[in-house]
């Protein structure tokens, strides 16, 4: 166990709608990263949070945003869902913005019909 | 030149026998070179990871080598067992930011 939480574990939806990814971070750790897991894909960096400010941003399309709250917990929007969203959305974090080792959540299955 | 590569994608060693997945990248701004594994259904869990000042790591039974000038690197896993059956990624940073994954390698261990 990583100690880093996530929500829902699975979320079954169709296209158009628009759904919310919630991450707690371990205890401590102020910077949260969110990625994206397909089969053709693989791993794709999303965005980065640190103590609640924006700090890098990856291959995030427009559709989707992400904000980290005053408590450190961070949540991922995911808006206007086309089938190919279809993925597993993992958080991570790490005690601070530059410090490399990163702890990953059980991932959030998301299903697009 | 934000791409790492990977290969091999798929890797079947006997129990015992070494593990060798390769990586490659092109930044060479990239200050950080961690491999993560995991299993099915769960997230990637940090194996082992190495800066650039240093051409190898060894944690038990795993060990990175590091060649800057090749911009390579690669993780052996020696004595391998069937519990290492997985799937690996490597990964490298800038900064702590920015990671960039390898597309992965999944590493079967016959018994």
């Known amino acids: 166990d990583s100690g880093v939480t996530q929500t829902p574990k699975h979320l079954i939806t169709a296209t158009g709608q628009r759904v919310t990814l919630r991450c707690s971070p371990r205890s401590g750790d102020l910077s949260v990263y969110w990625y994206q897991q397909s089969l053709d894909q693989g791993l794709q960096f999303l965005i980065q949070y640190y103590n609640g400010e924006e700090r890098a941003k990856g291959n995030i399309l427009e559709r989707f945003s992400a904000q980290q709250f005053p408590d450190l917990h961070s949540e991922l929007n995911l808006s206007s869902l086309e089938l190919g969203d279809s993925a597993l959305y993992f958080c991570a974090s790490s005690v601070a913005g530059q410090v490399t080792e990163q702890f990953f959540g059980p991932g959030t299955r998301l299903t697009v019909l | 030149q934000q791409q790492v590569k990977q290969s091999p994608q798929s890797l079947i060693v006997q129990k015992g026998g070494i593990s060798i997945i390769n990586c490659a990248y092109e930044n060479t701004a990239f200050d950080y070179f961690p491999w993560y594994q995991q299993f099915p259904g769960k997230g990637p869990a940090l194996l082992i990871a190495?800066?650039?000042?240093?051409s190898e790591k060894k944690e038990g039974r795993f060990t990175i080598s590091f060649n800057k000038s090749a911009k390579q690197f690669s993780l052996h896993i020696m004595d391998s067992q069937p519990g290492d059956s997985a799937t690996y990624f490597c990964a490298a940073s800038s900064r702590g930011q920015n990671f960039v994954f390898g597309p992965g390698t999944r590493l079967s261990v016959l018994p």
């Open positions: 190495i800066r650039p000042d240093v």
